[in-house]
Structures are given as structure tokens and as C-alpha cells.
T-cell receptor
Framework: NAGVTQTPKFRVLKTGQSMTLLCAQD?????MYWYRQDPGMGLRLIHY???????AKGEVPDGYNVSRLKKQNFLLGLESAAPSQTSVYFC??????????????FGDGTRLSIL | GNSVTQMEGPVTLSEEAFLTINCTYT??????LFWYVQYPGEGLQLLLK?????DKGSNKGFEATYRKETTSFHLEKGSVQVSDSAVYFC??????????FGQGTILTVHP
């Protein structure tokens, strides 16, 4: 059981370039999330999705776009990368069932550097 | 809005020492509370959780009790091991599955 898989694991971009990070989960989870992790700041929610075809903004959405065309995949796009987007990006998923007690399952992260 | 404040680190202990990492939360209503652990180079893993007041979560020798009166969820372990060295995050969860993270506490355990 792979759980949550992120690709790529590492990437270096030049300012202004675009790229897409892919997240795939095989647990049939309804909810999926994209976070960024910066030193001393914990994780901050970029965008999330409560189901196929739906997305919503999180805490720090500016400069990012997302799509959820299939239930198992959640894509994070950077249209014009900026050095401030240098970070480690984590994808997560969770089940809809139950109240807030459902934990999120995280991928191993994508380390992105913008030069 | 919701917020989670946890003890700043880094925390350095000798093997078999007692561990406490403090965590307090501010939230509308009563969120579920979690401790996640992140080992070097890996993603976050759920360590334990509590979904209502007075619940005690426990796993791998770690414990935390959801204290409504003090809005706290402190993480404890009686005897830490070198393998416990990691970053620990206190997290609050809302009914829509959105998590609020503390800033993380780096724990280093020496032999």
C-alpha cells in the first residue's frame, strides 16, 4: 500500500519558470491538501480539495493553482516561480468519515528551490 | 482563528530521560488534537490523537491528555531513546479536516 506519493522529490527552478507537483493517493480519500513547510513555521495550508472537481484556498494560496480532476490525484502548479516559493511541499489526504478526528496521511515531501 | 502554540526547541536530552513538550491551543469550539512526528527526510506521521476533552492518546510510549480547562495537550514520554530524535508537531483539527500546526519542536536524544 503506497499511501500518498509525491513527485518529484527534488526540483530546482529558475525565477519565472513554471512547474507542476503531482500528488497521488491510493486510499480512496475524499480530502486532499497541499502544504508548505518553512523553517520555524510549521506547515501552512496552500490549497485543499474536498472532492473530485472541487478546490478551495487555504492560508497561503497566492502564486499557486491546483486541480483535482481525478479523486486520487491533486496537482499543485506554480505558474511563475519566485524565490519566496523555495520550500518543502507536502501533500496529504484524509477520509471524509467521522468528525475532525480523522488524521491526515502525508507524502514524503518535495524539496523545491527557486534560484 | 485557531492557533496552536508549542514549546520552542530545540530540546536535547540524554537517553532514558523524561520528555515533556508543552502545547496549548486556541480554537472556536473543541477541535481534535494530534501529535505528528517528522523523522529526518521524511513526511509527517501521526503519533497520537485525542478527539474530546479528557481523552488520552498514547503510542510508542508517548502520551498526551486533552485538557479542556487549560486548553493543553502536552506530549510526554517517560524514557526517551535515540530513535525518538525527530521534529514533533502539535496540531489541532476542525470538522472540515483542516489542520492548524504548531511551529514544531526539534528533539535530539544523545546516547
Amino acid at each position: 500500500n503506497a499511501g500518498v506519493t509525491q513527485t518529484p522529490k527534488f526540483r530546482v527552478l529558475k525565477t519565472g519558470q513554471s512547474m507542476t507537483l503531482l500528488c497521488a493517493q491510493d486510499m480512496n480519500h475524499e480530502y486532499m491538501y497541499w502544504y508548505r513547510q518553512d523553517p520555524g513555521m510549521g506547515l501552512r495550508l496552500i490549497h485543499y480539495s474536498v472532492g473530485e472537481g472541487t478546490t478551495a484556498k487555504g492560508e497561503v494560496p497566492d502564486g499557486y493553482n491546483v486541480s483535482r480532476l481525478k479523486k486520487q490525484n491533486f496537482l499543485l502548479g506554480l505558474e511563475s516561480a519566485a524565490p519566496s516559493q523555495t520550500s518543502v511541499y507536502f501533500c496529504a489526504s484524509s477520509s471524509l468519515r467521522g468528525p475532525a478526528g480523522q488524521p491526515q496521511h502525508f507524502g514524503d515531501g518535495t524539496r523545491l528551490s527557486i534560484l | 482563528g485557531n492557533s496552536v502554540t508549542q514549546m520552542e526547541g530545540p530540546v536535547t536530552l540524554s537517553e532514558e530521560a523524561f520528555l515533556t513538550i508543552n502545547c496549548t491551543y486556541t480554537a472556536t469550539g473543541y477541535p481534535s488534537l494530534f501529535w505528528y512526528v517528522q523523522y529526518p527526510g521524511e513526511g509527517l506521521q501521526l503519533l497520537l490523537k485525542a478527539t474530546k476533552a479528557d481523552d488520552k492518546g498514547s503510542n510508542k510510549g508517548f502520551e498526551a491528555t486533552y485538557r479542556k480547562e487549560t486548553t493543553s495537550f502536552h506530549l510526554e514520554k517517560g524514557s526517551v531513546q535515540v530513535s525518538d530524535s525527530a521534529v514533533y508537531f502539535c496540531v489541532g483539527g476542525t470538522s472540515y479536516g483542516k489542520l492548524t500546526f504548531g511551529q514544531g519542536t526539534i528533539l535530539t536524544v544523545h546516547p
